[in-house]
């Protein structure tokens, strides 16, 4: 099963707060471990991260925007290696698992 949703995800550093908007897709296939051997396969599946965009505020004002897409590559670095790690620890078994369900 194919799945993919956007999340947000907040980091603050001082008087600043960043909201990072991330689509988050892959797939998840549960396997089949009952029946003829022939038929049965492993648990499989595979994510993906994608940064959309980025809200910088200072307080509470909306100071910037910063669309992933529009950025040049240089800046697009910039902003995984500011906001990747973050976002790859997160714990998304549960949800994949879920998603796949139906639930």
Same mark, same amino acid.
């Given at each position: 099963?194919?799945?993919?949703?956007? &999340?947000?995800?907040?980091? =603050?550093? +001082?008087?600043?707060? &960043?909201?990072?908007?991330?689509? @988050?897709? +892959?797939?998840?296939?549960? +396997?089949?471990?009952?029946?003829?051997?022939?038929?049965?396969?492993?648990? %499989?599946?595979?994510?993906? @991260? %994608?940064?959309?965009?980025?809200?910088?505020?200072?307080?509470?004002?909306?100071?910037?925007?910063?669309? &992933?897409? #529009?950025?040049?590559?240089?800046?697009?670095?910039?902003?995984?290696?500011? &906001?990747?790690?973050?976002?790859?620890?997160?714990? @998304?078994?549960? #949800?994949?698992?879920? =998603?796949?369900? +139906?639930?």
């Amino acid at each position: 099963m194919k799945y993919s949703w956007d &999340f947000v995800t907040e980091v =603050c550093s +001082g008087d600043e707060e &960043f909201i990072v908007e991330v689509r @988050f897709y +892959g797939y998840y296939d549960s +396997g089949v471990s009952w029946g003829p051997v022939e038929n049965s396969y492993p648990e %499989e599946g595979d994510d993906e @991260f %994608e940064i959309i965009r980025v809200r910088v505020y200072d307080d509470t004002r909306l100071r910037s925007t910063i669309v &992933f897409d #529009e950025c040049t590559v240089k800046e697009q670095k910039i902003i995984e290696k500011l &906001f990747l790690p973050l976002i790859e620890s997160k714990d @998304f078994e549960k #949800e994949k698992k879920n =998603c796949a369900q +139906g639930l």
